[in-house]
């Protein structure tokens, strides 16, 4: 039968109406899914007629769900959530047009052990566990989640980090976030923790920890604590940033993933690479003792041909397997992380000179432009294991032992031309180097409940931590442009720098809770003590080449001697040393409860720092032993009031300190990545007084809005700063330098909030410092001709940034199965060297940088996924300026005076880095 066509639309129409009848006479029902016990919004928990599970919603990031288009009638609906116990409800539907309302709490299917519960997994790793420490934490911190952090774009710790608010991340060479700055304080001034407990350094100079070493999935969550107490250890002005590891689950899991990725620049130029086979592991000195003479065919020179190429894909895996025996009493966890990556940086840079004086007029003279080209391939290994026993109600003990090892393998090739002058002179260096750094720490933690209100934990701690940088090579070749001289070979330099730092402590607390004139008080006391031993190996050679040998020839053995002054290594120099460092505490401390509103901690610590010293240099030169010797006294207090059951406001006082480093008080010098280093033997420690105050409101379990401020006080802080070596013609030398007192203050504000599928993630920091100190200041007077005269400057701490924001944007859809992040962080203007002439610090200047991540499960029966990374989306890049007129924008090339990429006229570029944009591509499984 054939159907006109006015009849076809007809019945177009006709169903159309019915469609729209039927769903205008249809009811909605919605509601919340939420834990019994937090409240949290349980985000992908399932809400389903039991009689038509096509008829469902799945919870949104608010806990949300809305199931639309339900006829009138009777229904049993339920809700359904991993871990947790399915709820039934029955619903009644009496009006077509009617809105009901249904929640589902839902209670946890946690194992019971003896008389108390043990948290579930998913909670430990939500944001909603992270949102409900910070509120019931004793101290001021923020939280990144372990679901946060795997969702983030970020592959290290150290580039986490740079999401947190009041964090700046300084980067490596190779563009990977490495050291934090906390709200505006130098990496100096803060220390980081695993489980609590402060871990040695793997750095060869310094105390603080390369935040890059650690794979970004090894973690539970990630805390910075910006305030202390009594408790915690007082080297802290900054701040601490302590890693959580994961805890041994409630039940089985097993969770692993692996991708691949590729760096951008690789698009466009090759990859640098050597032999690493060839490296020689040990010097001369360190084979065959102080008293061989060495040979140039001691220096194996294989490592020192270059291949260039194409890389390998980034290839990167993950997994985590644990679970409870022996009736729940044991719990085991194991998680291992592997990265294996390829980056690339271009760098154009300008050498200051040492020479005093201006030429043009008003502006800096510099010695060398130089571009560099880095190829840098890393390798992170960790392994972590933990394991819990529960002997009863009252006793606990767990061990858990961790080891992360960050192999690098760079080769730097830099063009270096003579600045200011047509002497045509163009030096080119090739560095080899391989470093590897590991830290390893184990600890065998005790909680005890000796009597009711009376408990008492103990913690014994082993940590090694060491960097072993081999065969650390200098390859350099020289030619004129003018004269027409060949390229040819005129310097070759080996390094062997080894550093090893080992850390023995032991905690004890003891604590007993009682009732006061009917309010809850707790009182507390402990003590802590360490020992430190720090070694540091530093062999040096210097080998000249025979004859004029153009550098287009392979390089070899025959082609080189060892200069006069390195045939037997460099056993007698400063950096060679050992230190010895016994800290001990001791602290007391008392927690009020005042109703249900207010509570009051006060305490009071005092801590002991005893150092020793030996240096190998002769007798008779001035630093080969030294003693340091000094105590703290550092008392802290803090109120919290709950405004309501879900506000706080706190305020916090504490004071502490900071340690100069090992390598800062030892009368070094070393050759820097851009400067030449020395000691400080004259340096002492920094102190600060804190102060904190902020508004707290989490009005959901996921939730938060933080608003803050702090003031610091600071004694002694210590920066680096360039001194003026005895001979004018030599380069610039950087040193560790007190400078006096500064101030440091600022405002934080943190907001999360979801709704529905949608959610945003937000944070700003401003910060303000200031500290005086003297510059000299270079002027042309009519009568004396170039001089200089001592004048004060006022300045922001090395390091702060006025301004820091980060903004994610969040999309989740559990019925799709999709999750994307759109993340951007702005780091504004600071301070990255500071100068000995006044107005010539160095600027880094502000950045923006975009990043992106998705996830997208592939399977509702199993749990597979796959996930995308995108980093640094816009290319942004490391700029460095110096903030006075330029005197040489505008000049040719053909001008004595020319320097190149100085087009702006109000500032002069010193430095610039290109990193290129990343990109990942990967699979998850969860068992």
């Known amino acids: 039968m054939l159907i006109s066509t006015n009849s076809l639309r007809t019945l177009k129409t006709f169903i159309l109406l019915l469609t729209l009848t039927t769903c205008l006479n249809a009811a909605t029902i919605r509601g919340k899914v939420l834990d019994s016990k937090t409240n949290e919004a349980l985000t992908g928990a399932l809400v389903f007629n039991k009689d038509n599970i096509l008829i469902n919603d799945v919870v949104g990031l608010d806990g949300s769900y809305t199931i639309r288009d339900v006829a009138p009638g009777k229904y049993t609906f339920a809700a359904r959530f991993i871990g947790f116990t399915i709820l039934e409800k029955e619903v009644t539907i009496t009006d077509a047009n009617e809105v009901v309302t249904v929640d589902f709490l839902l209670e946890a299917s946690a194992h019971d052990l003896g008389e108390y519960t043990v948290v579930t997994e998913y909670e430990k ?36 980090l740079q999401r947190v608010s009041g964090v700046v991340v300084e980067k490596a060479p190779n563009g990977e976030g490495r050291y934090a700055i906390i709200r505006g304080m130098d990496k100096r001034y803060n220390y980081t923790a695993i489980d609590g407990i402060k871990i040695p350094s ?43 590891l994961k805890d041994a689950p409630d039940r089985f899991i097993c969770d692993a993933n692996v991708s691949m990725g590729y760096s951008q620049l690789f698009f466009d130029q090759k990859f640098t690479t050597f032999d690493k086979s060839a490296v020689s592991n040990q010097s001369p000195f360190q084979m065959y003792g102080p008293d061989y003479v060495v040979k140039n065919t001691d220096f194996p020179v294989g490592a020192f041909t270059y291949n260039h190429m194409d890389p390998a894909p980034n290839v990167l895996a993950n997994f985590s397997i644990g679970d409870r025996y022996l009736n729940n009493k ?104 391989v470093s590897h750094q590991m830290i390893f720490n184990s600890t065998l933690h005790g909680d005890h409940t000796l009597l009711p209100g009376l408990k008492f934990d103990w913690s014994g701690a082993y940590a090694d931590a060491s960097d072993n940088i081999p065969d650390w ?27 090893d730092d080992k850390d023995k402590s032991a905690f004890a607390n003891l604590s007993y809770k009682h009732k006061l004139f009917g309010q809850d008080v707790e009182f507390k006391v402990g003590g802590m003590d360490r020992n430190k031993v720090r070694t540091e190996t530093y062999d040096t050679y210097t080998l000249d080449f025979t004859n004029v040998t153009p550098s287009g020839v392979p390089i070899d053995t025959n082609l080189f001697t060892v200069d006069g002054k390195s045939l037997t290594g460099t056993p007698e120099n400063a950096n060679n040393y050992s230190i010895t460092e016994n800290i001990y505490a001791f602290y007391g401390q008392i927690k009020l409860n005042i109703g249900k509103k207010w509570e009051l901690l006060g305490g009071l610590r005092k801590e002991y720092t005893n150092d020793s010293f030996f240096t190998q240099v002769p007798l008779t030169i001035n630093g080969k032993y030294g003693d340091i010797h000094y105590s703290d006294l550092l008392p802290s207090w803090s109120i919290k009031y709950a405004l309501t059951d879900n506000q706080n406001l706190r305020a916090s006082y504490f004071a502490s300190i900071t340690r100069p480093s090992f ?12 400067f030449d280093e020395e000691g400080n033997d004259s340096l002492k420690h920094t102190q600060a007084d804190n102060y904190d105050l902020r508004w707290e409101w989490f009005p959901k379990p996921s939730e938060e809005i933080l608003a803050g401020v702090f003031y610091k006080n600071i004694t002694n802080p210590i920066e680096y700063a360039f001194v003026r070596p005895p001979s004018t013609t030599s ?25 529905k599928h949608w959610g945003i993630s937000a944070n ?47 999309y989740k859809d559990e019925k799709m199965g999709l999750d994307i992040r759109v993340s951007a962080v702005y780091t504004g203007k600071l301070i990255s060297q500071v100068s000995p002439d006044f107005g010539l610090d160095y600027w880094q200047m502000p950045m923006t940088r975009l990043d992106l991540s998705f996830e997208k499960k592939l399977s509702k029966k199993i749990n597979l996924a796959v996930f995308g990374k995108v980093n640094n989306i816009l290319n942004t890049g490391l700029v460095i300026r110096i903030e006075q007129p330029n005197p040489y924008a505008g000049y040719s090339s053909s001008n004595a005076f020319y320097l190149p990429q100085q087009t702006d006229a109000g500032s002069i570029l010193v430095e610039k880095e290109l990193y290129g944009q990343s990109y990942l591509l990967g699979l998850r499984y969860k068992f």
């Open 663 to 674: 390598f800062e008080v030892v009368p070094y010098s070393i050759t820097g990545e851009y």
């Open 125 to 160: 790793g939500s944001d909603n566990y992270a949102r409900s420490l910070e509120k019931s934490s004793d101290y001021v911190m923020n939280i990144m989640s372990a679901k946060t952090i795997q969702m983030s774009p970020d592959l290290t710790i150290g580039n986490v």
């Open 202 to 244: 793997p750095d060869s100079k310094n105390r603080y920890v390369p935040m890059d070493i650690f794979p970004s999935e090894l973690v539970e969550r990630l805390e910075v604590i910006k305030s202390l107490n009594a408790s915690m250890e007082g080297d802290a002005i900054g701040g601490v940033v302590n890693l959580k």
């Open 330 to 433: 044991l719990g085991v966890i194991l998680s291992g992380n592997y990265q294996n990556t390829y980056s690339a940086t271009q760098s154009f840079f300008l050498a200051p000179s040492a020479q005093p004086n201006y030429v043009p007029p008003n502006g800096p003279i510099f010695d060398d432009i130089e571009e560099r080209f880095y190829s840098t391939q890393q390798t992170r290994s960790a392994v972590h294991a933990k394991l819990d026993y529960d002997f009863d109600k009252n006793n606990k003990i767990s061990f858990y032992t961790v080891y992360v090892r960050l192999d690098e393998f760079r080769e730097r090739h830099t063009s270096d031309t003579v600045a200011n002058t047509n002497a045509g002179r163009v030096n080119t260096d090739d560095e080899t180097k």
């Open 473 to 499: 090579g200098t390859l350099s070749s020289q030619s004129n442009f003018v004269t027409g001289a060949p390229n040819t070979y005129n310097g070759f330099s080996r390094r062997w720098v080894y550093n």
């Open 764 to 810: 700003y920091t401003y910060t303000h410092s200031q500290i005086t100190t003297d510059k000299l200041l270079y002027y042309n007077s009519p009568t004396k001709g170039n001089t200089d005269t001592l004048v004060n400057q006022t300045r922001p701490l090395q390091g702060q940034a006025d301004h820091i924001a980060n903004l994610s944007l969040i």
């Open 731 to 755: 380069a610039l030398d950087i040193q560790p330098q007190n400078f006096g007192n500064a101030t440091n203050y600022g405002f934080e504000f943190v907001a999360v909030k979801y709704y």
